[in-house]
């Protein structure tokens, strides 16, 4: 089993900046794949950017892409989403999730393909 615990986020103005961390425990000390998801009240939790276990590959939606940065700190099981240039439609609950493929440099999009989740925490970018 591996636990998610959340940190950053916050409400900045349009065009700052934030970083969002996620702290795995539990199994490891090799987590998975790695995910950041956000969710906008009505809709469907969308995808926003995903790193490999073996940290070699990234994928960014198309609204990440240029402004966000994922990474993810092995030693530290500590996972990252820098946030620049934000703008108002970045608000959001955002989440990390992981899986339990710890070895390959694949990366994932889709939510079922994530078995652990963190708790979430709450993006506001005023205009």
């Known amino acids: 089993q591996v636990h998610l615990v959340q940190s950053g986020g916050g409400l900045v103005q349009a065009g700052g900046s934030l970083r969002l961390s996620c702290a795995a425990s539990?199994?490891?000390?090799?987590?998975?794949?790695v995910g950041w998801f956000r969710r906008v009240p009505g809709k469907d939790r969308e995808f926003v950017a995903t790193i490999s276990a073996t940290g070699d590959y990234t994928y960014y939606s198309d609204s990440a892409k240029g402004r966000f940065t994922i990474s993810r700190d092995s030693a530290e099981n500590t996972f990252y989403l820098q946030m620049n240039s934000l703008k108002p439609e970045d608000t959001a609950l955002y989440y990390c999730?992981?899986?339990?493929?710890?070895?390959?440099?694949?990366?994932?999009?889709?939510?079922?393909?994530?078995?652990?989740w963190g708790q979430g925490t709450q993006v506001t970018v005023s205009s």
């Open positions: 539990g199994r490891t000390p090799r987590t998975g794949a």
């Open positions: 999730a992981t899986n339990d493929d710890t070895i390959s440099t694949v990366y994932y999009i889709k939510e079922y393909e994530y078995t652990y």
